[in-house]
């Protein structure tokens, strides 16, 4: 459903005038987590892409940042978080300070209080014949979302 990558490379696309991007960085708190969903959906208005990616990269945004802010906050001073436009591909991305990257096997137990974030967007995007990656960064690691732009 998703990949480990071993690359370090920091960028999707290289920096240029047709890459459309919108970059924010975040205070490790829950409490932003509508604030940044709110900031991805304003931006989403005003690009090309198809309703059903807008709302599987609201899922992901929710998710992601959630996650990150939950497992991450002790060793992150900021959740980093990319969404990016390259012709006919979108991208998500949220990054964060820790090392450890996370792991899915599939739906969790049905009295598991967690768990079924990171399933539940995998599942989203490849329903819509997407990607999802985990990235190591230094330090840390993101969790990246591509997308077609239109569906």
């Known amino acids: 459903m998703y990949t480990i990558s071993e690359s370090a490379l920091s960028a999707v696309a290289p920096e240029r005038a047709d890459v459309k991007r919108a970059r924010w960085g975040f205070r490790p708190s829950l409490a932003v987590v509508p604030e940044v969903r709110g900031r991805l959906r304003a931006v989403l208005r005003d690009w090309p892409v198809a309703c059903d990616v807008v709302d599987a990269l609201l899922l992901a945004v929710s998710e992601l940042v959630a996650n990150a802010v939950t497992h991450a906050a002790p060793v992150t001073e900021l959740v980093r978080v990319e969404l990016g ?44 014949a997407g990607e999802l990656d985990v990235l190591p960064r230094l330090p840390g690691k993101a969790v990246r979302v591509r997308l077609p732009a239109a569906v």
């Open 85 to 128: 436009l390259d012709g006919s591909r979108v991208w998500l991305e949220v990054s964060d300070d820790h090392p450890v990257r996370p792991e899915i096997s599939g739906p969790a137990d049905l009295d598991a209080e967690g768990g079924r974030g990171l399933f539940l967007v995998g599942c989203a995007v490849a329903g819509l």
